[in-house]
């Protein structure tokens, strides 16, 4: 068996869905396997994805037991030469699978892969590529440092703005989102380190891949990855979860760095606690400026038949070609698409401020939106 997909699912039951399809297209004339672990949802996920994707392998957990542990379960019964390793809220294509495993062939030391990821609407996820999180680049990041010279190669190593994400890089981090993993090292690593319970883990992962001697490699194939939007950067709790992820990992392959480092990060954390609260109140005390992005933009439909689309969706009027200015909503028809046809679309015609991109998902008549996670 050539390839093991792996998914660990928490309430996005659409999303879900969506990645299996995209899933299965990439996989086609591949000997392999999907195995989707679900964290106790609470909903009717699996049974969905269970009802239209009966071929996969479903793991129902009776707690949510955290995406480290969740992944373990299915990584230490993967039986394919490589293991993708892959969010629910993400749409993939041949490519990726394709480029990533000869790559893989042409390259022994290489232990593990990224992708080109962007957000729904084809903005550039800087997560994509990342530097090892060294005390000098964990200060860069804590005190935006990084943030105020993002093309710096002294203050911005986090997410190694410096370096094309249009050709091939030998970087040290990649995201758990995306990982294309050789089986037989995850399973020798023992697959995530569970005193992660949520992020982390793949920093983790990536440093343990390089220390065992190989190398981690981000490719510019492009796909989406529409970024857990249920956990905003700016609240309490991610602030919170990260930093402890932080040092947990510092704790683990620093401790000589702990009584200096600690007070560091402890001083960071409350630092971006309490901007991230200064900028909520702002945002309720000055509305953002300028539309939001809503139904009251008008609407572009992508489809062999837009009028069919418009009836199911519920949308009145509707242009079919994008306009040279203005926003709008753009609602892609995956009836007529394919999910490589969809990524290379978004890819095309996004990364602005004025469009935002949504899927008609034909099978169930409803649209999804990045929103929805």
Not at 41 to 53: K, L, Q, T, V
Not at 256 to 267: A, E, G, L, M, T
Request: net charge neutral; aromatic share 12%.
């Amino acid at each position: 068996m050539e390839l093991s997909v792996v998914i660990v699912n928490y309430r996005v039951k659409y999303l879900l869905e969506q990645t299996l399809r995209s899933v299965e297209q990439a996989m086609q004339g591949m000997q392999g396997e999907i195995i989707v672990v679900d964290n106790l949802s609470g909903d009717d996920s699996i049974a969905f994805s269970r009802e239209r994707h009966a071929q996969v392998i479903y793991i129902e957990n009776q707690e949510n037991v955290g995406f480290a542990r969740a992944n373990n379960q299915a990584i230490m019964q993967a039986r394919g030469e490589y293991t993708l390793i892959l969010n629910p809220d993400t749409i993939i294509t041949p490519r990726c699978l394709q480029e990533g495993i000869e790559w893989m062939k042409a390259h022994p030391k290489c232990g593990a892969i990224g992708a080109r990821m962007m957000d729904g609407n084809g903005v550039f996820l800087p997560e994509s590529k990342r530097a090892f999180p060294t005390p000098w680049v964990s200060f860069c990041k804590i005190f935006g440092l990084s943030k105020l010279f993002p093309r710096s190669p002294l203050f911005a190593k986090y997410h190694l703005r410096y370096l094309s994400d249009l050709e091939p890089q030998c970087i040290d981090i990649l995201s758990g989102a995306y990982m294309l993993c050789r089986t037989s090292v995850l399973q020798q690593l023992g697959g995530f380190d569970e005193d992660f319970f949520m992020y982390g883990e793949d920093i983790d992962l990536s440093y343990r891949i390089v220390k065992a001697g190989y190398e981690n490699w981000f490719l510019p194939t492009p796909m989406v990855h529409y970024k857990g939007e249920s956990t905003h950067k700016d609240s309490m709790r991610y602030v919170r979860i990260f930093y402890d992820a932080m040092l947990i990992f510092y704790r683990k392959h620093f401790p000589r760095f702990n009584v200096i480092f600690y007070p560091i990060v402890k001083f960071g954390v409350i630092v971006r606690a309490g901007l991230a609260m200064a900028k909520r109140l702002v945002k309720r005390l000055i509305p953002k400026g300028g539309m939001p992005v809503s139904e009251s933009w008008p609407w572009v439909i992508i489809s062999t038949d837009a009028a069919d689309v418009a009836r199911r969706a519920n949308i009145g009027n509707y242009l079919t070609d994008i306009p040279s200015s203005g926003c709008c909503n753009v609602l892609i028809d995956d009836g007529c698409h394919t999910c490589a046809q969809v990524v290379d679309y978004i890819r095309e015609h996004g990364g602005n401020n004025r469009l935002a991109f949504h899927i008609f998902a034909d099978r169930h008549g409803i649209i999804i939106s990045p929103k929805m996670s």
